[in-house]
């Protein structure tokens, strides 16, 4: 009996606790960190910010969790879904309510994360505290009204068609992948959004499953006294009951050979050539993929030296940039070019696999490592300067991680890093057999 | 030790003569400051009072592409490439907004690094080096999104500059700052010599400085832009755009997916004024940007479907598919009012053109409810806090309240206002400055034909939904069908795509 006293008390313990703010770690705020009985995790970060307060109820459920056939596009559908209120707070009332009080209210979805976003003023804190509680524990919409958005997604739909880069994505990701959901985008296949009007059992059961406690991180920033704030979240979200029940995502074989495909773009572009190659689920602590973030910066970012040829001197690209983002399964590192000639795509591709090849066998000079180490650390800084850009800012890690820990890992990671791990990253993951390469190309010329 | 003197001496006087309003502080000469103490980075907007209504005939452009041979190019001193060697790992670097009267060059800067940062800003603005390379590169970019960009993937953005040149075709504000593909196309690097001497001149501008930097900072910009070519160039008188008589409509035609509207007509109503803060609360109310709470939006998108969204306007807001809240520095002496309904379903464009006009039609007549207005009252007084939460932004409001000749803090201004006026205010700016019945309308659609033969025969114009809606809808739905919206044939101008920006 003692011992299980002392085990629940230390969990206590550990469950409330300061992170303090010591020298060595990168965010410069405190965080409060608390988790309730029921699994939902709750994180406070007080910041000079006169009298605004950012509130984020992350759901750490994206696109990637649309396991079922014929389903993509629901979690991004259920986004809009969730705007249309509870029998308390019907959707007018709450639009009312978030309007009387001037917040500005927004939500957004991806692959890995859907993600709910007040700012408002501080006064009203409670209100937000009662209305955002209520809507994810006792959300209610009628067929009617979810038939309706249905037909707002389709309109989101065809408003992202008309860019080119969407289309591009929505190409490179199916002849990508084979049986991960990242095979589609947050939008979804259009098929499968034809049909949302007939999918409202589903996203009853879309409720159930994922918008749980233990599957939700509430994080608030801003002008916020962390006791009371703490008081107010016991009462309105203590009763929710845990349940959360999680996707069984397939993960993606490895690749064997290298892909390509073609498509058309409806309207009028200079060619787009994606080479895109399989990378690795974040982990702050992956020395390899922490080395492949900056490598994708030192081959393919602004002061590249492929970029300087290509789009400075040269000028035979338009636009040109690398991706590589941090995602929960095996995402997609991405170099995408915008060609000034279309006969000139092969050579641009060839060009970036040059560079690839070079950094594969020569070590990067340490100076311009330490310039990527540099910007990388002041560009986190810089953006810390409201409570919406600091809840922002930390959304995703969250949703990947469920904390904020890897923030600080990631940047001690990256101090870590050496030309060598550089190279060893870029013979890891920059190869024929991870890569798909896709080019779009206008329609009308 | 002479320069030090003198530099303390001027940081002085400055500090004299500074007279703090809501933080900010304003003052005779041209320096604008806004200090933040705790705020580890420093911003800058350096304010030349020239726009694209600057551009010769023939030029159409210029003023955008010499701002942008600024920013993003070489200077004396640099190449482009060793500029952004140095400014990459600063994390910081520099860009320019050209609207139609201001062009604003502004950068922030960690303050750990504003030693290695400020040369290289400074050296941008007075010394550039103006290379045929730089031009080449940034005119291509230019035309890029002329030809391909605006005309062929972004209808919102094509619509709205589509509505902006018709209701001031004639005027120096008749064309959008990115020019035309043969202005743009005859641009040189002569060209943009004599327009910098002529406009980016050291007394043609105004400093805007904020964050955390050190007082002496001012002294420094000064003797820096010092270095500016000097002269004061004549003001252009405000353009006077034609009045616009009933509907008048440009159906841009092209092979497009959805149809995408824009319309509007030329107020006669800047900030600052009490009119202005009553008719913003009956904005906000029709049509609040990128905002649940328009009314527009709860009609169009929420009751129906119909699209993603519809936003009035009283200002100028460029780029409203990019960000969420007004933008600063694109300041101007007329403005429009103007409504945005975003790609709708091609066989829908017709009935969503008369759902948002009735709405404006009601709007007009009756003004608006004790209910509306209480709501919207107190969404503003708080919502205004979300227009500039950032040392930057709020910076480009103190400029703007420069622009537009304001003693205190528009924002200030805006929610005090907001708290003070009565729905009779509000209703009385609506019967002023709002009109039903002649509206420049701008339309990007595939079948143009098709549309003007409705438009003109009044034709009705039913939807179908492919799930059911209740029936107070349908009702509405049926009155919306055959709502009156007649458009004189001459009055309406079919333009193929390829023929916009030519």
Not at chain 2, 72 to 97: F, K, M, V
Not at chain 2, 270 to 284: F, M, P, T, V
Not at chain 2, 311 to 339: D, L, T
Not at chain 2, 458 to 486: G, H, L
Request: a neutral charge; one cysteine or more; hydrophobic letters at 40%.
């Amino acid at each position: 009996m003692k011992t299980i006293l002392t085990g629940i008390c230390l969990i206590l313990l550990l469950s409330r606790s300061w992170s303090p703010a010591v020298a060595e770690t990168i965010f410069p705020y405190r965080v409060h960190t608390e988790v309730l009985a029921n699994g939902l995790k709750v994180l406070l970060i007080p910041m000079d910010s006169p009298g605004l307060v950012a509130y984020y109820s992350i759901v750490r459920t994206g696109s990637r969790d649309e396991v079922e056939p014929g389903k993509s596009g629901f979690a991004h559908f259920f986004e809009h879904i969730m705007f249309r209120g509870t029998k308390k707070y019907p959707g007018a009332m709450y639009d009312s309510i978030v309007t009387s009080i001037g917040a500005d209210a927004n939500a957004f979805t991806s692959d890995d994360i859907t993600a709910y976003h007040l700012k408002f003023a501080a006064e009203d804190l409670e209100k937000v505290i009662d209305v955002e509680s209520d809507r994810f524990q006792n959300l209610h919409y009628e067929l009617a009204d979810f038939q309706t958005e249905a037909g707002a997604i389709y309109g989101e739909y065809r408003k992202n068609v008309t860019n080119p880069y969407e289309v591009l994505d929505e190409k490179v990701r199916d002849i990508a992948f084979d049986v991960h959901t990242y095979k589609h985008t947050t939008m979804g296949f259009e098929r499968d959004i034809k049909a949302m009007p007939d999918g409202f059992d589903y996203s009853r059961s879309f409720f159930n499953r994922f918008y749980r406690p233990d599957n939700v991180v509430l994080l608030i920033v801003g002008d916020v006294n962390v006791g009371k704030t703490m008081a107010l979240i016991k009462k309105h979200y203590a009763g929710w009951e845990r349940g959360y029940q999680p996707s069984t995502v397939v993960p993606e074989p490895p690749q064997t050979a290298e892909r390509t495909g073609e498509v058309s773009y409806q309207g009028k572009t200079l060619p787009i050539i994606d080479i895109a190659y399989k990378g690795e689920a974040f982990d702050p602590t992956n020395r390899g993929f922490v080395a492949a973030i900056l490598m994708g910066e030192l081959a393919f970012g602004g002061t590249s030296d492929l970029y300087k040829k290509l789009y400075i001197q040269e000028q035979r690209v338009e636009e040109m940039q690398g991706s590589l983002p941090s995602q929960r399964d095996m995402p997609l590192f991405e170099v995408v070019a915008k060609v000034k000639k279309e006969e000139d795509v092969p050579a641009i591709r060839d060009e970036v696999y040059r560079t690839i090849a070079t950094f594969q066998s020569t070590p990067v000079d340490a100076q311009r490592l330490a310039d990527v180490k540099k910007r990388r650390k002041y560009g986190f800084l810089m953006n810390l300067d409201t409570p919406e850009k600091v809840a922002g800012r930390l959304a995703t890690t969250i949703a990947l991680t469920g904390g904020i820990e890897a923030i600080d890992q990631l940047y001690a990671e990256i101090d870590r890093v050496t030309p060598d791990d550089i190279m060893a990253a870029a013979r890891r993951y920059f190869t024929p057999e991870r890569r798909t390469v896709v080019v779009l190309k206008g329609a009308r010329q | 030790m002479k320069t030090l003197t003198v530099t303390l001496a001027l940081a002085l006087i400055v500090g004299a003569s500074t007279l703090s309003m809501g933080g900010v502080s304003m003052k005779a000469d041209n320096v604008v400051q806004l200090r933040v103490k705790n705020d580890p980075t420093i911003s800058f907007r350096i304010w030349f009072k020239v726009g694209s209504q600057n551009d010769p005939q023939g030029k159409e452009g210029l003023s955008e592409i010499t701002a942008a041979m600024l920013t993003d190019a070489s200077t004396l001193r640099n190449s482009y490439e060793q500029i952004i060697d140095s400014l990459y790992p600063l994390a910081a670097g520099y860009d320019a907004t050209t609207s139609a009267e201001m062009t604003v060059v502004y950068g922030r800067v960690h303050k750990d690094n504003l030693k290695e940062y400020y040369p290289l800003f400074i050296d941008a603005i007075t010394a550039p080096a103006f290379k045929q390379s730089d031009l080449d590169r940034i005119k291509s970019q230019v035309l890029s999104n002329l030809e391909n960009t605006l005309r062929y993937s972004s209808d919102e953005e094509l619509g709205k500059a589509v509505l902006y040149n018709s209701i001031f075709d004639g005027t120096a504000y008749g064309h959008i700052t990115s020019g035309t593909v043969t202005s743009v196309r005859s641009i040189t690097i002569d060209d943009i010599r004599s327009f910098y001497r002529k406009y980016f001149t050291k007394d043609n501008l105004v400093i805007g400085l904020g964050g955390g930097y050190d007082t002496t900072l001012v002294a420094s910009l000064r003797s820096g832009l010092a270095a500016l070519p000097a002269g004061k160039p004549a003001a252009l008188a405000p353009p006077r755009p034609a009045s616009v008589k009933g509907f008048n409509v440009t159906i841009v035609e092209k092979d497009a997916p959805a149809t995408a509207i824009s319309m509007g007509f030329p107020i006669d109503l800047l900030r600052g004024s009490k009119d202005w803060y009553a008719l913003a609360i009956a904005n906000s109310w029709l049509g609040e940007h990128r905002n649940s709470s328009s009314h527009l939006y709860q009609v169009i998108r929420e009751k129906r479907g119909l699209n993603y969204g519809d936003y009035s306007y009283i200002e100028n807001f460029p780029r409203g598919g990019m960000r969420n809240v007004p933008p600063q520095n694109v300041s101007r002496r007329k403005q429009i009012f103007e409504i945005w309904i975003r790609p709708v379903p091609l066989e829908a464009g017709h009935f969503a053109l008369r759902a948002a006009l009735r709405e404006f039609k009601a709007v007009v007549e009756k003004g608006m409810t004790k209910d509306e207005f209480t709501l919207t009252r107190n969404f503003l007084r708080k919502y205004v806090l979300h227009y500039a939460p950032t040392t930057m932004e709020r910076l480009g409001y103190a400029i703007d309240d420069r622009f537009y000749g304001l003693q205190g803090s528009h924002l200030a201004m805006f929610r005090s206002m907001v708290g003070t006026l009565t729905r009779a205010d509000v209703n009385k700016a609506i019967r002023r400055y709002w009109q039903f019945g002649n509206m420049q309308i701008a339309v990007i659609t595939k079948d143009a034909k098709g549309l003007r033969e409705a438009l003109v025969n009044d034709s009705p114009s039913p939807i179908t939904y492919k799930t059911p809606k209740p029936e107070a809808i349908m009702e509405e739905d049926r009155e919306i069908a055959v709502f009156p919206v007649k458009v004189r044939p001459e009055n309406v101008r079919i333009v193929p795509v390829t023929e916009v920006f030519r």
